[in-house]
């Protein structure tokens, strides 16, 4: 007997200590895997172990799923960067705890743990949490960014990708960059009010060729084509996301494949999770996708829908997860496609079986999945110069649940970005500098001098086409001193119905201020300099 359950357990333990070691050469190497579900910061995150068919515990077939906690520390490394030179590294180190803590679902504080500079590193490096919430946000290099639900499904938005049949072979997108030898993620910023999440890659090919290093980009990182990304993160779970590509063809660039000019992919619409099928997470009516004039349609993947436009008009798509939240994207509404993601021949061998359209290529799913679900492809640059193209997107979780009230939930919210509504100053040495969309800001100069008004006025003149939802305002060199704020005449507490936060710029301190308000009327806001200071 003691024979039989010594060698079972040996089996056990050779078998997941040779899935670990393997499961970096599968499907895609996805960054997302078993050995990249860790985080700095000593941040406690669930860490999934899936057995094979043979294993004990199935049922049905199914492989049993089971939850540890890991605690991560760290230790320091030299390492030899890919060019020779030696860089102090942060090498994680992990313990298990075998105890599943839920209150760690939801946080507490809207806070980041990680990285706070551009390091070379792998896996999971930022982790933000949200109050009460039971979703996070999570960034793994080289290329995953995005929500990471209570049953821990990962909410991606996919990376900058284009081609470069010159000096490349396939494409070149960040995700390619398996050893992180350009990519990087961190936290730039971070106060109550908001949280900057900063990451950056270059557009390479499998074997770390970069695109376009034959045409002058303007990169201050290197040679060819990069991209910056920032998220503007604020506490009820909605954040921006901004990619700015440098590249040389700028000037004749697409936004994808299918029109005129050399294409710049940004957006894929990606689940990753592992030890069930992407419908055990993802409805099959996957979508729910909504125009600005309030026309929505809910489409299904079964049959998978064809090629093309699948809601003539829509910008605003939300994904139909079986989680009690559901991620939400929006885009300025001016020449938008959203469309099935296909890709090769291939993907479609078993999708009738399969549903989606995922790896790893096969007629059953793996222990991990990735799915692909749309491209929302915006075909208006938000911005365009000599050699960069920017793009914007507003990202967040919802709860509704039926169509009609996911619809009325997040209409508003698009409206509040794309027609934010009129903001009027009174208070001398103060000047508007605009809705700043890619910060979903209101941005306001202070000038310097003695005769600066320490009262700031403003009239928000928000309607149902323009509603103000939980605004924010950035006011440039307001200095170090807090700040009270009343609404209406009453004045507001710092803490679920007031954040404020201070970011040091280069000519001084901002003033971010993010209030939980909703209101299709008008508001009097008052901004003034605490007494106390």
Request: aromatic share 12%.
């Amino acid at each position: 007997m003691w024979s039989f359950f010594a060698w079972f357990t040996i089996l056990i333990l050779c078998s997941i200590r040779v899935y670990s070691e393997n499961y970096n050469d599968c499907w895609q190497n996805c960054d997302y895997c078993l050995r990249k579900l860790v985080n700095h910061g000593g941040d406690t995150i669930p860490l999934i172990l899936a057995y094979d068919g043979n294993s004990i515990g199935l049922q049905s077939g199914v492989p049993t799923v089971e939850y540890h906690n890991i605690r991560i520390s760290e230790v320091n490394k030299e390492e030899k960067n890919p060019q020779g030179d030696i860089t102090s590294q942060k090498q994680q180190k992990v313990d298990f705890d075998h105890s599943l803590d839920k209150t760690n679902l939801f946080a507490k504080a809207f806070t980041a743990q990680g990285l706070t500079q551009p390091e070379r590193s792998r896996g999971r490096v930022v982790t933000v949490s949200f109050p009460n919430k039971p979703f996070k946000m999570v960034f793994s290099l080289p290329s995953t960014a995005g929500y990471l639900t209570e049953e821990k499904v990962m909410c991606a938005q996919g990376f900058s990708e284009t081609f470069d049949e010159k000096n490349c072979v396939g494409c070149t997108e960040i995700c390619q960059d398996k050893e992180c030898r350009f990519a990087r993620m961190w936290i730039e910023r971070q106060s109550d009010a908001r949280i900057i999440v900063r990451t950056r890659g270059a557009l390479c090919d499998k074997n770390y060729k970069i695109a376009h290093t034959d045409i002058p980009s303007g990169s201050p990182y290197g040679e060819g084509d990069w991209a910056d990304e920032w998220f503007y993160i604020y506490p009820d779970g909605v954040c921006t996301r901004v990619i700015k590509i440098y590249t040389g063809l700028a000037p004749r660039a697409s936004a994808f494949w299918g029109r005129e000019g050399h294409p710049f992919e940004c957006q894929e619409t990606i689940f990753k999770a592992g030890g069930r099928p992407p419908t055990a997470d993802i409805d099959t009516k996957a979508l729910t996708l909504i125009s600005m004039d309030g026309r929505w349609k809910t489409i299904s993947y079964k049959p998978y829908p064809p090629k093309g436009e699948l809601f003539e008009g829509a910008n605003i798509q939300i994904v139909n997860l079986k989680s009690r939240y559901k991620p939400f994207t929006i885009v300025q509404d001016t020449d938008v496609t959203i469309a099935p993601y296909y890709g090769p021949a291939e993907d479609h061998e078993y999708i009738k079986k399969r549903v989606f359209v995922g790896w790893p290529r096969s007629s059953e799913w793996g222990r991990f999945y990735t799915v692909a679900l749309t491209h929302i492809i915006d075909w208006k640059f938000h911005e365009r110069t000599r050699n960069t193209l920017t793009r914007v997107y507003l990202l967040g979780m919802t709860n509704a649940d039926r169509a009609r009230e996911k619809v009325s939930k997040v209409l508003p919210i698009a409206h509040s970005w794309l027609r934010a509504p009129e903001l009027l100053i009174k208070g001398q040495g103060y000047s508007s500098l605009g809705y700043d969309r890619k910060q979903k800001a209101y941005i306001i100069r202070k000038q310097s001098g003695e005769n600066v008004s320490k009262e700031l006025s403003l009239r928000i003149n928000a309607r149902i086409s323009s509603p103000l939802i939980n605004p924010v305002f950035v006011i440039k060199d307001w200095g170090q001193c807090s700040a009270e704020v009343y609404i209406n005449g009453e004045q507001l507490s710092e803490g679920s119905n007031l954040c404020v936060g201070h970011e040091t710029s280069e000519i001084g301190t901002d003033l971010v201020l993010w209030i939980n308000i909703e209101s299709a009327n008008l508001v009097t806001l008052v901004i003034s300099q605490n007494k106390h200071d």
